[in-house]
């Protein structure tokens, strides 16, 4: 039940983000432009490249949902050897970059709101993998949450 309540409040953040882009007016310079859409566009990369890592390791998508796949394995090479959320990572680096570029301040503190929302959610999801992968534990320990270093 957790699991789905994390899906659906992504999908409403998602929702209002998106709503938050196309109703609110632009207030972007050319340089936040620029630098944001840079970001966006480094964070895209790594959600996708991540994401054909997953792929690639078990022949099956990610779960949108935080519960491990009992047929997947441990992820740990790739990107996922310097994060161990790379998807969280790109989505939470195009959400900024996104937000930026538009330049409007209800559009960059929903971008924010992202932060806390993917750090609770990969806690609980974390839970599940440290029950799943008895390797969990060292990996986390090595390995940081969503940016390398911190």
Do not use: W
């Not at 789905?4 to 992504?10: H, K, Y």
């Not at 970001?39 to 690639?56: Q, T």
């Not at 009992?70 to 050897?81: M, P, Q």
């Not at 538009?102 to 932060?115: C, Y």
């Amino acid at each position: 039940m957790t699991a789905i309540l994390f899906v659906l409040a992504q999908f409403i953040l998602f929702g209002l983000f998106a709503l938050a882009l196309v109703l609110l007016q632009p207030a972007s310079s050319p340089t936040a432009l620029q630098i944001g859409a840079v970001i966006a566009l480094f964070g895209i990369s790594v959600a996708g490249l991540a994401i054909i890592e997953h792929l690639v390791r078990n022949a099956s998508p990610p779960n949108i949902a935080p519960v491990p796949n009992k047929r997947a394995k441990l992820v740990t090479t790739g990107l996922y050897r310097f994060a161990r959320h790379p998807i969280y990572t790109g989505v939470l680096c195009a959400a900024l970059g996104a937000a930026v570029a538009h330049g409007n301040l209800i559009a960059v503190a929903i971008a924010i709101i992202f932060i806390p929302f993917f750090t609770v959610k990969s806690m609980y999801e974390e839970t599940l993998l440290r029950v799943a992968y008895a390797e969990y534990d060292d990996y986390a320990r090595r390995t940081s949450r969503f940016f390398p270093g911190l």
